[in-house]
Every structure is written in structure tokens, then in C-alpha cells.
């Protein structure tokens, strides 16, 4: 077995946690608020916040050390789809770090100060939705350009 074949073997499993997870996420959100049940969205947005913290940002740094490596070993980063790939992980990982990450702890103290039906709260939850919701349409793109390497 080689180096590289460990390297990518870390590369997916950590892309499927990542992705998946946040898939995941995002469909348990879909499915909470279509009950209208403010308690359990305020404790979703909880639960949002540690499992960005403490699952995603290490699995993310992982799969991106890993993707290095192999680049560094097989590839360029000049290739495009390479390229573009790390750029859109640079832009998901800044997203999570500057607003994902601190929004979704900032609509659970929003949900838990003034109750579940604040309106504040409420309005940035949408929007941390929104931008989750594209960063998983960013993560679709990054999947096409490992997988069909275009340009190769």
C-alpha cells in the first residue's frame, strides 16, 4: 500500500464526513423547522455550532493536509481543477471559521435570551441556513473536480 493511496483513503473519508455531515445538517434543519418547533430549533442551532467546532474544522484541516500532500506528490497546484478546488475550500473553511461558526452560536444565545420565537433570531437563522445551503452547492463543485478532473 502506498503513501499516497493511505493519503487518499484520509482525503475521502474525511470528505465524506465533512460533506455528508453537513448534508445531514442541512436536511435536519429542513425537517426541524418545517415543525415549527422553536425549542428545537434553538437547540439544533446548538448542536450546529459544536459539531462545526469540534467535528467539521478538524475534518476539513485533515482532508486538506491530506489533499496537499498528494498533490505535492502526483499533481501540481497549477492544474485548474486543483486550483479551483483549493479555492472554494478556502473559501467553505473561511465561511465556517468567520460566519457559520460564530452565527450559529449567536442565534443559539439570540433563541435562548429572547425565547424561540425571536424574530432576530429568527432572520440570521435563515441566513446561516442560506449560506450553509451554498456552501454545499461550493462542496458539489469541489466532488466534480476531484472526480472528473478536467484539464488533467
Known amino acids: 500500500m502506498s503513501t499516497y493511496s493511505v493519503l487518499l483513503f484520509v482525503h475521502v473519508v474525511c470528505a465524506v464526513i465533512w460533506v455528508g455531515g453537513a448534508f445531514a445538517l442541512q436536511l435536519l434543519a429542513f425537517l ?3 415543525t415549527g418547533d422553536q425549542l428545537e430549533l434553538a437547540r439544533l ?3 450546529f455550532e459544536l459539531i462545526g467546532s469540534r467535528v467539521f474544522v478538524p475534518v476539513a484541516t485533515l482532508l486538506f493536509i491530506a489533499g496537499a500532500v498528494m498533490t505535492l506528490q502526483a499533481w501540481s497546484f497549477g492544474k485548474t481543477w486543483i486550483a479551483v478546488s483549493v479555492a472554494l475550500w478556502v473559501l467553505s ?3 465556517g471559521a468567520v460566519y457559520l461558526g460564530p452565527r450559529a ?3 443559539g444565545e439570540l433563541l435562548n435570551a429572547e ?3 425571536s424574530e ?3 432572520a440570521l437563522m435563515n441566513r446561516l441556513f442560506l449560506v450553509s445551503r451554498l456552501e454545499l452547492a461550493s462542496f458539489a463543485i469541489i466532488i466534480a473536480l476531484m472526480v472528473f478532473k478536467p484539464g488533467r
Do not use: I, L
Open 32 to 34: 426541524v423547522n418545517r
Open 105 to 107: 452560536k449567536r442565534v
Open 115 to 117: 425565547g424561540p420565537s
Open 120 to 122: 432576530a433570531g429568527q
Open 45 to 47: 442551532m446548538r448542536y
Open 93 to 95: 473553511a473561511v465561511a
